[in-house]
């Protein structure tokens, strides 16, 4: 009987060892499964149309007298004005900046401390929901040209301003174009889609119409009235069988 007390022991540790590595076993097959996953890249984009318009002009005056400079930025500046107003763009559209003032050396083969002249700046910017006005104004504005006024302008700035309006049907748009894919790819190795784990949001990319342009901080074209707007998602699914 005493010869046997070792013999039961060994085998009650084998049987130990046999169902902890069972269980071992089993609990690495569940976290197996529940690593078994696929991630799928999903887009959609839109197209818009700009509803706010920025248009930011400037007029600079330059003599060798500071008054002179200043008289003739005057006269600009009450030109300019009376042209923008006269062309629609409303008095709230309009706002001008401080004038900026800076000396200019004269004319010299060297290093000289004397003052040659005044260069003046006055700055304005229209910004507008009325985006075709803005536009039918920048393009009269060659007049002012005309009448000798040294006019400076900037590209039309086109922006829309209901983005945050339509993000939420592109997201919904975007991440079920992963969930096709994800399917096609899946049941093409004779697998099934499982359930959602996780949706990583790109950023929006607004760009010209039909750009390849893209970015890691997203792109916001203000170049064209008509832009599209893409949001991408990288959606991770559960794998069954």
Known sequence: ???RIPL??????????ILVGSVAIG??????????????????????????????????????????????LDAWTASVRAFLLSHGIKASELSAQPVSTQTVAPPSNGYTNKIGGYQLTRSFEVRSSRVQAVADVADA???????????SAQPLQYVYTK????????LAAATKDA?????VLVEAT?????KLRGVDVGVFQVTSPNSTQVSDYGVYDTSTLQKDVTAVVNVTFALNG
Do not use: C, H
């Not at 839109?46 to 330059?62: F, L």
């Not at 983005?163 to 592109?170: G, K, M, T, V």
């Not at 969930?179 to 399917?183: D, M, S, V, W």
């Not at 004779?190 to 499982?194: I, N, Q, S, T, V």
């Open 1 to 3: 009987m005493r010869e």
């Open 8 to 17: 039961f022991a060994g085998l009650t540790l084998l049987a130990a060892a």
């Open 27 to 72: 609990s690495g097959i569940r976290d197996r499964n529940r690593n078994d996953t696929v991630t799928v890249t999903g887009s959609a984009k839109q197209r818009i149309t700009s509803d706010y318009a920025i248009w930011d002009i400037s007029v600079t005056s330059q003599d060798a007298s500071a008054a002179k400079a200043a008289d003739q």
């Open 141 to 151: 504005s060659s007049a002012l040209l005309k009448q000798g006024i040294a006019l």
């Open 163 to 170: 983005l945050a309006s339509i993000r939420p049907s592109l």
């Open 179 to 183: 969930q096709e894919r994800a399917k």
């Open 190 to 194: 004779g697998a099934k889609l499982g």
